[in-house]
């Protein structure tokens, strides 16, 4: 037996959830794939207060109930974002799917999850009791597991817009052709002065969920381009150590030499 509620107040979403054992809905486009669709359905995408996009100084708040279509067209949106939603699945697709829900669902492949990661990107999480400000890589906990509370709903992403203007996005294979491996790699860099300010690099599909090592970017944090250059090497063979990858269509060998590519490369596009 299926039941569904579709409110039309977040205060009412609250209720439902805090009371029901529901399975959260936005566009549906991973649900609707699952054979077993018994259960009881919260429908989302009625909701004002999660289908709007909101701009601050240096952030964009985004509604989780927001399509990808909808970020996509907004004009504040950056671009590292517009290029990472504009290769998931067709234009149908993106009508439908939720930034909410390629969170929700848990899974390391979400492209525009991979550029929050990289984005340093908060999550706004609610329920009755009040409300959390959670980091986007503290929220993923392993595969299909998150911190979210079962009285809990995702309302807002906040994604800081400042330092993403210089960024290197990349996805290794066609999803639609089924080809060998789905690799994705995201990459922001920015200087100040001659000192490196920023640099985050962030690895998808490829594990139980994304991998972002801060502990190993802040070894070229500060530096100069001549340093960073001495340390390349090193910090290569850092993240050649600290990434374990799951197999794929084919080895997690191959796959980590894909990524250790991207990483070399994106180092050697920023002087590095």
């Given at each position: 037996?299926?039941k569904?509620?579709?409110?039309?107040?977040?205060?009412?979403?609250?209720?439902?959830?805090?009371s029901?054992?529901?399975?959260?809905?936005?566009g549906g486009?991973?649900?609707?794939?699952?054979?077993?669709?018994?259960?009881?359905?919260?429908?989302?995408?009625k909701?004002?207060?999660?289908?709007?996009?909101?701009?601050?100084?240096?952030?964009?708040?985004?509604?989780?109930?927001?399509?990808?279509?909808?970020?996509?067209e907004?004009?504040?949106?950056?671009?590292?974002?517009?290029?990472?939603?504009?290769?998931?699945?067709?234009?149908?697709?993106?009508?439908?799917?939720?930034?909410?829900?390629?969170?929700?669902?848990?899974?390391?492949?979400?492209?525009?999850?991979?550029?929050?990661?990289?984005?340093?990107a908060?999550?706004?999480?609610?329920?009755?009791?009040?409300?959390?400000?959670?980091?986007?890589?503290?929220?993923?906990?392993?595969?299909?597991?998150?911190?979210?509370?079962?009285?809990?709903?995702i309302?807002?992403i906040?994604?800081?817009?400042?330092?993403?203007?210089?960024?290197?996005?990349?996805?290794?294979a066609?999803?639609?052709?089924?080809?060998?491996?789905?690799?994705?790699?995201?990459?922001v860099?920015?200087?100040?002065?001659?000192?490196?300010?920023?640099?985050?690099?962030?690895f998808g599909?490829?594990?139980?969920?994304f991998?972002?090592?801060?502990?190993?970017?802040?070894?070229l944090?500060?530096?100069?381009?001549?340093?960073?250059r001495?340390?390349?090497e090193?910090y290569?063979?850092?993240?050649?150590?600290?990434?374990?990858f799951?197999?794929g269509?084919?080895?997690?060998?191959f796959?980590?030499e894909?990524?250790?590519?991207?990483?070399?490369?994106?180092?050697?596009?920023n002087?590095?």
């Amino acid at each position: 037996m299926v039941k569904g509620y579709q409110p039309t107040s977040l205060k009412e979403a609250l209720e439902i959830r805090s009371s029901e054992k529901v399975t959260l809905y936005g566009g549906g486009t991973d649900l609707m794939v699952e054979e077993e669709r018994e259960g009881s359905y919260l429908f989302l995408n009625k909701i004002p207060e999660m289908r709007e996009i909101k701009e601050e100084e240096g952030l964009l708040r985004i509604g989780a109930a927001c399509t990808f279509t909808e970020v996509l067209e907004h004009p504040s949106t950056p671009q590292i974002m517009k290029e990472a939603i504009s290769t998931i699945a067709s234009p149908a697709i993106r009508n439908l799917g939720t930034m909410g829900g390629n969170i929700g669902n848990g899974s390391s492949k979400g492209d525009s999850v991979l550029v929050l990661f990289v984005a340093d990107a908060k999550l706004r999480v609610v329920s009755l009791r009040g409300e959390r400000i959670i980091d986007i890589d503290k929220f993923y906990l392993g595969r299909k597991k998150l911190d979210l509370k079962e009285d809990e709903i995702i309302v807002e992403i906040l994604l800081p817009t400042e330092n993403l203007n210089n960024y290197t996005f990349e996805k290794v294979a066609e999803r639609q052709a089924l080809a060998i491996s789905r690799v994705a790699f995201a990459g922001v860099f920015s200087m100040e002065g001659d000192k490196i300010a920023k640099i985050a690099v962030a690895f998808g599909a490829v594990a139980s969920t994304f991998l972002r090592f801060k502990n190993i970017e802040e070894k070229l944090i500060g530096k100069t381009l001549e340093e960073a250059r001495a340390l390349k090497e090193e910090y290569i063979a850092l993240y050649d150590e600290a990434t374990v990858f799951t197999e794929g269509r084919v080895s997690a060998e191959f796959r980590k030499e894909v990524c250790m590519n991207l990483l070399r490369d994106f180092l050697s596009q920023n002087g590095i």
